[in-house]
């Protein structure tokens, strides 16, 4: 049998495939992004970006009635966007399976919180898998879709960064030869929640949970794993692996199923020890269940709720032993991520900046313009938050400091969650500004399309959102649109339209850099003319990666090779410093 | 059991850290072992930090390093070698380019580029390799290449038949760029 290796987002995106689905849809999210991305591969399945999750879950479940399998992906914040149909969802159950992934980000390595999604499970009622490595990635991915349609019920898979982003060897399967075919069948019993129908199904769900209690204490992927015999350990997904390095010789209840929990399992195998760990990232979400069951164990008491988990940190919180830690001392400056040289969003926080605003920001690259030395950003919540308080923090401030207020969003952002914002803005007539920094591609998590990009998942054409007319239609009457390039126009605009006394929305259009479709005509890079160099570090503001500080000779260097020929930087020197490669003599 | 060999990568993003450690991981299942890589990455698009960790032998577990467990620390770059230095065992080793990027705090000019990195290095892990992973790459004919260089370099202090990093090497990397990476590892495996 040949082995591949597979990070545990192919390995979701393969065992989809195994599973004979039909349908996936998401919005992305790091670490959930790469698995609709691997999907395009298998030409069976119908891929695509929603705007937001909860379009993207309410595709699933259309094609779900319809009675094909269906995958939809999103991270851990994703699904509070998707809440609402999942909750109810639970009640009325699937026709084809329907398999939810949240890939949770303990750590925060690029998120905007910590949450613990295995609390959906239970809040929802929905049963939750989740994998330790790639190989289980694939296996739960197929056993979710079977799950759904034995009892019901949509099947969350719950990931992690450790388990997205990890490669490990995979033995792949095949892909069933006959599919059955969707169709049309009427059940609005079952598909129409009004109280009368929804208030049938809700003892039925709860039973449903009793009985996927019971079948999953006789299944294998919950499984006791022989050691010493001296202490025992339940623990599941990643932090399975880091108890076995960590505590090689002791018994091990693996779970794969995290909800509902196999109580009698639980209780059978805690019964054999004096000492019992529960070993989980985040939330006592398992300890708190067995706790209840009157069974006590070593857990949060001693394991970290914040942050992820690794092989010294279990054994440094539980057992007292001090591991080392990379070197985070100040001789070594860190190495934050900064905007992309080039980058359309600088030029606009630079002037915000200069205009003094107070910026309410949102989530995207711009999120950078937060760092030094731009600094221009005042608030960031989460997705489309922007406008809204931007409209709310205007209602309470003085008539001076109302116009300081504006609002800063992405495109993709925008039509996210942002768009119902301006709606808003409008309606309550709001005084506020919101720039939208259109770059046409929803950059952050690594430039997947959206609505304003003209393209879909799979690369077709698409047709273009067009952001000016929608503001318009939604009753904004003054709309600009801006190269943001230009920073003398840039900081007019701004101004004026803080000022205005009614709501107004900038719209700027340059490409994101990285985009290489988007930015065919070449820009020489600039360099810095020596001679006229005074060493004001004036264009060190602007915090471009491809200007650097020469501390010897006290001026500025440009890196020819990184440099996009943007010509930001030289706006910004009134020494005329700056020219084209080749024209300094 | 047999041990478990644990490498860090590290360098800044754009560098090419993660089709080393799949460079890595390949030559590794060939070998017929098990293997477990990891990466963080998201946000590395502009320049950030970047770490991969690849871990191999008869069975593994984690796929992060064990804290101070790091055999060979492989590194792109100076100062992120250095960031990564205490996690490395006692008797390990770095295979470091001798490349320095500043970070955002130095490229404005409000702290030096910290100095003496190299010594810090082999005065702490004596076995170290450090290599001019960039004018190598240049030679070679692409200043894209370094990661390339440097994989020439690992493969001489491990154990595995040269075969295998060649076919792992055309696997994974373009046609159109496979000569030139080619050279570039040749002139890692003569770099001393
Ligand atoms: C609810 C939710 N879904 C997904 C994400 C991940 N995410 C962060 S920013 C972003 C989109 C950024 O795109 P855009 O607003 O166009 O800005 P850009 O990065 O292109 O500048 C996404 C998908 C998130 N933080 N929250
Ligand atoms: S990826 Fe694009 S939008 Fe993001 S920082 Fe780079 S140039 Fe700007
Ligand atoms: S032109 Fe100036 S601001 Fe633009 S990328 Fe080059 S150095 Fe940076």
């Keep these: 049998m040949k082995k591949v290796l597979l990070s545990g987002n192919e390995a979701i995106a393969r065992g989809t495939y195994e599973a004979g689905a039909l349908v996936a849809c998401a919005y992305p999210g790091t670490p959930s992004t790469e698995i609709l991305e691997n999907i395009t591969q298998y030409q069976e399945i119908d891929a695509s970006w929603a705007p937001n999750e909860k379009v993207a879950l309410e595709v699933g479940i259309g094609a779900c009635f319809g009675g094909a399998r269906a995958l939809v992906t999103m991270k851990h914040v994703g699904v509070n966007v998707a809440a609402d149909p999942l909750f109810t969802l639970s009640y009325t159950g699937v026709r084809g399976g329907l398999v939810l992934v949240t890939a949770d980000d303990p750590e925060l390595h690029s998120s905007q919180n910590e949450q613990d999604n295995r609390n959906f499970a239970k809040f929802a009622k929905v049963p939750m898998f989740e994998p330790a490595d790639s190989q289980e990635a694939l296996e739960y991915t197929k056993l979710a879709f079977e799950v759904s349609e034995q009892f019901d019920t949509p099947v969350f898979l719950r990931s992690t960064t450790r388990i997205s982003h990890s490669k490990s060897a995979v033995v792949l399967g095949e892909r069933p030869t006959e599919i059955k075919k969707p169709d049309l069948e009427r059940n609005p019993a079952k598909l129409v929640m009004l109280p009368g129908n929804a208030r049938k199904l809700h003892p039925i769900i709860e039973q449903r949970t009793l009985d996927l209690e019971e079948w999953s204490c006789q299944q294998p992927f919950n499984t006791i794993e022989k050691g010493a015999g001296e202490v025992g350990v339940i623990t599941s997904g990643v932090s399975y692996q880091y108890v076995k390095e960590a505590m090689p010789d002791a018994d091990v209840l693996k779970l794969g199923m995290v909800y509902p929990l196999p109580k009698p399992l639980i209780r059978e195998f805690a019964a054999k020890y004096k000492t019992l760990y529960v070993v989980e990232e985040l939330d006592p979400f398992i300890e708190e269940q067995v706790r209840a069951m009157g069974i006590e164990v070593i857990g949060k008491d001693k ?262 020929g943007c010509k930001v930087c030289l706006q910004t020197c009134r020494f005329d410093a700056f020219q084209e490669c080749g024209e300094i003599s | ?180 990476n080619l050279k570039a590892f040749e002139a890692g495996c003569q770099a001393k």
């Design chain 1, 303 to 564: 394991i970290s709720i914040c942050g992820e988990l690794t092989p010294g940190r279990v054994k440094g919180q539980l057992f007292d032993q001090d591991s080392p830690t990379e070197d985070t001392s100040a001789e070594l400056p860190p190495r934050p991520p900064s905007m992309c040289p080039g980058c359309p969003h600088r030029g606009v926080f630079y002037e915000l900046k200069k205009a003094k605003a107070y910026v309410s920001g949102d989530i995207g690259c711009y999120t950078l313009g937060f760092m030094p030395p731009l600094s221009a950003m005042d608030t960031c919540i989460c997705m489309g938050a922007s406008v809204g308080i931007a409209t709310g923090i205007s209602k309470v401030l003085s008539e001076e400091d109302k116009r300081k207020v504006v609002a800063v969003i992405g495109d993709s952002t925008f039509l996210h969650t942002g768009i119902n914002g301006l709606m808003d803005m409008v309606y309550n007539k709001s005084t506020s500004t919101l720039i939208i920094l259109d770059n046409r591609i929803t950059a952050m998590t690594g430039r997947q399309e959206n609505p304003t990009s003209g393209y879909q998942l799979n690369e077709l054409e698409a047709p273009r959102v067009d952001l000016e007319q929608l503001c318009r239609a939604v009753g904004v009457r003054h709309v600009t649109i801006l190269d943001p390039y230009d920073l003398a126009m840039t900081g007019k605009v701004i101004r004026a339209e803080m000022a205005r006394p009614e709501v107004s929305v900038i719209i700027t259009t340059k490409p994101c850099m990285l985009v290489p479709r988007d930015n065919q005509i070449p820009r020489p890079p600039l360099a810095v003319d020596n001679d006229k160099c005074t060493g004001c570090k004036a264009c060190l503001q602007i915090g471009c990666p491809a200007i650097i500080w020469d501390s010897e000779k006290k001026k500025s260097i440009v890196d020819p090779i990184i440099c996009t």
């Design chain 2, 1 to 180: 059991m047999s041990k478990v060999n644990n490498i860090l990568l590290a360098g800044v993003g754009g560098q090419g850290i993660l089709l080393a450690s799949e460079v890595i991981s390949e030559v590794m299942l060939m070998a017929g072992l098990d293997v477990k890589k990891n990466e963080i990455h998201g946000m590395s698009q502009r320049g950030g930090s970047v770490v991969s960790h690849v871990r191999y032998g008869e069975k593994v577990y984690s796929s992060i390093i064990p804290e101070g467990e790091v055999d060979i620390l492989f590194s792109f770059e100076l100062l992120e070698t250095c960031r990564y230095l205490p996690l490395l065992r006692k008797n390990g080793r770095a295979v470091v380019s001798d490349w320095k990027i500043a970070p955002p705090s130095v490229a404005r000019g409000t702290v030096p580029y910290p100095k003496d990195l190299t010594q810090k290095i082999c005065s702490q892990f004596p076995s170290s390799i450090i290599v001019d992973g960039l004018n190598l790459a240049l030679a070679a004919g692409n200043a894209k290449t370094v990661n390339t260089v440097l994989l020439g370099a690992l493969s001489n202090i491990l154990d595995f038949d040269r075969e295998m990093w060649l076919t792992a090497l055309q696997q994974m990397i373009p046609s159109r760029l496979l000569d030139v």
